[in-house]
T-cell receptor
Framework: SQELEQSPQSLIVQEGKNLTINCTSS?????LYWYKQKYGEGLIFLMM?????EEKSHEKITAKLDEKKQQSSLHITASQPSHAGIYLC?????????????FGKGTRLSVIA | EAQVTQNPRYLITVTGKKLTVTCSQN?????MSWYRQDPGLGLRQIYY???????DKGDVPEGYKVSRKEKRNFPLILESPSPNQTSLYFC????????????FGSGTQLSVL
């Protein structure tokens, strides 16, 4: 199945610092989703991107999908302890049919005081 | 409140003892799916269902069964659990499989001894 590569695998940042997480595919992405997961809990939807060059923001989190629709980045500005968790990207690599979402392996974010 | 409900939240069992993890959604979603999450492997899809009476294998279906007799319910059945099925399981649903965000349950932590 299609693989999504996430980087870095883990990240430790000091509170107040900015950070970026990347999600890369070898195929065109027809829908790119970002989720956040608190340890051992369910996934919470953050944002969905569909168009090349699209950018969305929610509070201090901004997600972008590149023009070629093969890479997305998630940027957190002025990180806070509440941002800690696992961030996962999920993607659709076909426009129709029975192909469901595939997920990256996640990026574990820790925010320290 | 719109939600996906999984039960139980935690389960410890022994090898070979049949078990069922229930999943129910109250959003009239057509698409439902089961994932397992393991350290270093990320989220992997077990089975999914496009609609009532329609189910398909995901990436790791061996050792699992599902059924979709009603739109709202999508139970995961382990006929003869083995220790390698110890994992965190998530049920998810959406209106359709394409261009729709997935709603996730809170997860079921299963330990097979």
């Amino acid at each position: 199945s299609q693989e999504l590569e996430q980087s870095p695998q883990s990240l430790i940042v000091q509170e107040g610092k900015n950070l970026t997480i990347n999600c890369t595919s070898s195929k065109t992405l027809y829908g790119l989703y970002w989720y956040k997961q608190k340890y051992g809990e369910g996934l919470i939807f953050l944002m969905m991107l569909q168009k090349g060059g699209e950018e969305k923001s929610h509070e201090k989190i901004t997600a972008k999908l590149d023009e070629k629709k093969q890479q997305s980045s998630l940027h957190i500005t002025a990180s806070q302890p509440s941002h800690a968790g696992i961030y996962l990207c999920g993607a659709l690599t076909f426009l129709s049919g029975n192909t469901p979402l595939v997920f990256g392996k996640g990026t574990r974010l820790s925010v320290i005081a | 409140e719109a939600q996906v409900t999984q039960n139980p939240r935690y389960l410890i069992t022994v090898t070979g003892k049949k078990l069922t993890v229930t999943c129910s959604q109250n959003m009239n979603h057509e698409y439902m799916s089961w994932y397992r999450q393991d350290p270093g492997l990320g989220l992997r899809q077990i089975y999914y269902s496009m609609n009532v009476e329609v189910t398909d294998k995901g990436d790791v279906p061996e050792g699992y069964k599902v059924s979709r007799k009603e739109k709202r319910n999508f139970p995961l059945i382990l006929e003869s659990p083995s220790p390698n099925q110890t994992s965190l399981y998530f049920c998810a649903s959406s209106w359709t499989v394409t261009n729709e965000k997935l709603f996730f349950g809170s997860g079921t932590q299963l330990s097979v001894l």
